[in-house]
């Protein structure tokens, strides 16, 4: 059964410039629920866009999935009017309804995990729903226009634990399957399953308030699932981390980068302890590659700009968890990670946002021995469960 799913995206956003590129959590907005999709049980997905700088991006960023591919969306379909269900069929007809299952998901809804996914396809894959969506459950009480109450009685108000509330849409996630989209042309029809998803999962992102709101969300629930166990792996970006963050330039191009060399030596004794290293950052640099391979770090991975994605995926490789990781970022779009990883640091010099969120800031800067205080920490840390 092949299972395919869309995420629809618009250049032109009026609420929020920008929107669909602008970073949450140092990712691209839609970078959220596209990495979750590329963890969860679907067998593509593709990201339908207007905006070619998006189609590059993803051509370009997401050649370590098979799964992820973009699709240019014609103009009438990207319009201030144009509904949701035209732009899936148009979607449909380029793609000659390949599929078993469509699954329409939402970029303003970062909140959405792989779980939610599996379960909103697992309604009509196994429990033989003909199409399914995603709602969460809200003890708000609501009134008509008329100043009649709708869901309860004003002289016996319940308390919320005795109250059953209202199920809503939170537009997070929607599946079909294909003959009954082709009959409807609607994103749901026939027998609707209903899969609960957590009433945080109800904001969507359409205004400046709502960001900030959701962005406070994803952090708290990233620190949240924190655990510390053994730490077995050492995460690193590169610049600002491994360098100072400056590069040196000639006419070819990149001429130079500043490396510590006692960075080297800490690293080589954290691996003879037990701890793998992993190099991971989002520049592509010859200087980079040949530096990683003559400190033998075997897992340097170049080029990767969904770095939080990536790590979920190479986690579930080397079937281990974000409480046997630790940490060293520097800047925003490491911020993902750090949050999520058991022990998260920032050299003494990183920017105000990474300061903010590490577990532990350094006493030394990048490219000044920040990384062989690392490794000492670890190597102490370690030591209560020889």
Same mark, same amino acid.
């Given at each position: 059964?092949?299972?395919?799913?869309?995420?629809?995206?618009?250049?032109?956003?009026?609420?929020?410039?920008?929107?669909?590129?602008?970073?949450?959590?140092?990712?691209?907005?839609?970078?959220?629920?596209?990495?979750?999709?590329?963890?969860?049980?679907?067998?593509?997905?593709?990201?339908?866009?207007?905006?070619?700088?998006?189609?590059?991006?993803?051509?370009?960023?997401?050649?370590?999935?098979?799964?992820?591919?973009?699709?240019?969306?014609?103009?009438?379909?990207?319009?201030? %009017?144009?509904?949701?269900?035209?732009?899936?069929?148009?979607?449909?007809?380029?793609?000659?309804?390949?599929?078993?299952?469509?699954?329409?998901?939402?970029?303003?809804?970062?909140?959405?995990?792989?779980?939610?996914?599996?379960?909103?396809?697992?309604?009509?894959?196994?429990?033989?729903?003909?199409?399914?969506?995603?709602?969460?459950?809200?003890?708000?009480?609501?009134?008509?226009?008329?100043?009649?109450?709708?869901?309860?009685?004003?002289?016996?108000?319940?308390?919320?634990?005795?109250?059953?509330?209202?199920?809503?849409?939170?537009?997070?996630?929607?599946? %079909?399957?294909?003959?009954?989209?082709?009959?409807?042309?609607?994103?749901?029809?026939?027998?609707?399953?209903?899969?609960?998803?957590?009433?945080?999962?109800?904001?969507?992102?359409?205004?400046?308030?709502?960001?900030?709101?959701?962005?406070?969300?994803?952090?708290?629930?990233?620190?949240?699932?924190?655990? %510390?166990?053994?730490?077995?792996?050492?995460?690193?970006?590169?610049?600002?981390?491994?360098?100072?963050?400056?590069?040196?330039?000639?006419?070819?191009?990149?001429?130079?980068?500043?490396?510590?060399?006692?960075?080297?030596?800490?690293?080589?004794?954290?691996?003879?302890?037990?701890?793998?290293?992993?190099?991971?950052?989002?520049?592509?640099?010859?200087?980079?590659?040949?530096?990683?391979?003559?400190?033998?770090?075997?897992?340097?991975?170049?080029?990767?700009?969904?770095?939080? %994605?990536?790590?979920?995926?190479?986690?579930?490789?080397?079937?281990?968890?974000?409480?046997?990781?630790?940490?060293?970022?520097?800047?925003?779009?490491?911020?993902?990670?750090?949050?999520?990883?058991?022990?998260?640091?920032?050299?003494?010099?990183?920017?105000?946002?990474?300061?903010?969120?590490?577990?532990?800031?350094?006493?030394?800067?990048?490219?000044?021995?920040?990384?062989?205080?690392?490794?000492?920490?670890?190597?102490?840390?370690?030591?209560?469960?020889?």
């Amino acid at each position: 059964m092949k299972k395919i799913g869309i995420i629809p995206l618009r250049k032109g956003s009026k609420g929020i410039i920008g929107k669909n590129k602008k970073k949450l959590v140092g990712q691209p907005l839609f970078s959220w629920v596209l990495g979750e999709a590329e963890l969860s049980e679907l067998d593509e997905i593709y990201v339908f866009t207007d905006d070619t700088e998006i189609i590059d991006f993803i051509n370009k960023e997401y050649t370590w999935s098979t799964k992820i591919k973009a699709l240019l969306r014609g103009e009438e379909n990207a319009s201030d %009017t144009a509904s949701t269900e035209s732009t899936m069929i148009e979607f449909c007809e380029k793609i000659n309804y390949d599929f078993d299952l469509l699954c329409l998901l939402q970029a303003t809804s970062p909140l959405t995990l792989a779980k939610d996914i599996n379960n909103t396809l697992d309604k009509v894959t196994k429990e033989g729903f003909d199409s399914s969506l995603t709602v969460v459950n809200t003890h708000r009480f609501t009134w008509n226009a008329n100043g009649t109450p709708k869901n309860y009685d004003v002289f016996n108000r319940p308390r919320r634990q005795d109250f059953d509330g209202l199920l809503v849409e939170n537009g997070a996630v929607y599946v %079909t399957s294909k003959q009954f989209f082709i009959n409807s042309k609607n994103r749901v029809s026939g027998k609707i399953g209903l899969v609960h998803m957590d009433e945080d999962s109800f904001m969507e992102i359409d205004s400046h308030s709502d960001w900030l709101i959701v962005e406070n969300i994803l952090i708290n629930r990233l620190k949240s699932s924190k655990k %510390t166990n053994r730490i077995d792996y050492l995460v690193l970006d590169v610049d600002g981390v491994f360098t100072d963050g400056s590069v040196l330039f000639s006419p070819d191009g990149e001429f130079a980068k500043k490396f510590d060399m006692r960075d080297g030596m800490g690293l080589e004794i954290l691996r003879q302890n037990g701890v793998e290293v992993i190099v991971l950052t989002s520049e592509n640099s010859e200087l980079v590659r040949q530096r990683m391979k003559k400190l033998q770090i075997k897992e340097a991975h170049l080029g990767v700009k969904d770095k939080f %994605t990536f790590l979920n995926k190479l986690i579930i490789e080397k079937n281990t968890n974000f409480g046997n990781l630790s940490y060293v970022g520097d800047d925003v779009n490491d911020l993902a990670n750090m949050c999520r990883v058991a022990w998260s640091f920032a050299p003494n010099n990183a920017t105000k946002e990474a300061l903010y969120h590490a577990d532990i800031t350094l006493r030394h800067n990048s490219a000044e021995g920040a990384i062989r205080e690392t490794c000492e920490f670890i190597l102490r840390y370690n030591n209560r469960f020889n």
